[in-house]
């Protein structure tokens, strides 16, 4: 007869800190030390063993003891605790790049961002003025006590899980071996696609406390469209990034909706990207061309004319509409997900937009009437991706919390 393996004290141990701050991260409230054993499945024995652990180890604090009720002693509610654990997100992207340091409790507590022209930059170049500004940041945090716990960089390409960016093609970069650069490898980098960096900065509790509750749950799961110079997307599962065999599940931009359509940065035609992006969105409402269409403020001038009613711009926003809506639709159907959350320039559009699309997808599902999925805009909106890359730093210390707290 095969020996039995051994149970792993320290990993159940592990496990089960996890799984408590998890709890509490994603709870609207603070909870005490018996709710959170029935929330969490523990035994309240167990509990008294982990939560002196999380106190002492600074990552949870004890509030005022609640009012005594007629039976039994006071509850002491149980809370995230800020000031020593945090993640740093870096980002580089079309319009500049930058840092932010990610408090546990959902404070930030610095960040920086260098807005600059992004076209025909080396490299090499820009990753080294990214490592000498977040060093800046890093002695601040020093400074405050801090400890990182692990650090997420986002960028706007694909990006395989051995640390290559296989293409980005609005920064011209191709075939980078990430794992080359110093800060890379200085602070251990997590890199990844912004569009899915953006993606789980939208899910409440996934590495940070929430003060209120997303658009979405905790546990939800929705297709998040990320809209810059180009389209991204992301497919969150049950709170987590499905990521695909090669890392690239989600990528929606490159979809054509129409094989005598205009002509795509891939080279491709009638690609979503080409119709709803923010460069060909600008370019179609005739604001300006080239270089000139990727500006912030050309973007700024064309919900300017779309608002004011002008005729080029709302015929370009329609096509746009109409692009995005078929793309939804073939999306749904093949992944099943109940929400679609639109991000970048399509949020500034409003909430009658994105009803107007809903309007537009729901009655072309295959489901239809049987289901009727959400398009909603988020509530992380400014710069969500670089907050993402900080909590996925974070979430070196959430899931493997015996590290840090035995240190």
Known sequence: ???LKSINQDDLRNHN????????LQSAEPMSRAELAKSTGLTKATMSLLVPMLISGRVVREGQPNAATVYGRPSTPLMIAGGRMCGIGLQINTDGYGYMVLDLDGKTVSEQWVSQSMGEVRPEDIFGKLDRLVARGEREIKKKGYRVAGCGLALPGLVTEDMRLIKARNLGWEQLNLGEFDLVKRLDVHPDNEANMAALAQIPGYATRRMEGGVVGPSESFLYISTDIGIGGALVRRG????????FAGELGHLSVSLDGPVCSCRRRGCVEAYAGRRALVESAGIASGSKAIRIEAAGELLKRWE??????????????EALASVMVSAINVLDVDAVILGGIWERFGDGLARR????????LLVAPVARPRVLLPDIRVRPALRGAAEVGLRHF?????TFLGQ
């Not at 080029?312 to 509409?321: G, I, L, N």
């Open 1 to 3: 007869m095969p020996s």
């Open 17 to 24: 800190l996890s799984v408590v701050l998890d709890t509490l």
């Open 240 to 247: 987590q990034v499905e990521r695909g065999d090669h890392g």
């Open 308 to 321: 004011s009613g002008d005729n080029r711009a709302q015929e370009a926003v329609d096509k746009a509409v």
């Open 357 to 364: 699309i809903e309007d537009r997808v729901g009655p072309q």
């Open 398 to 402: 959430l899931d493997n919390p015996l």
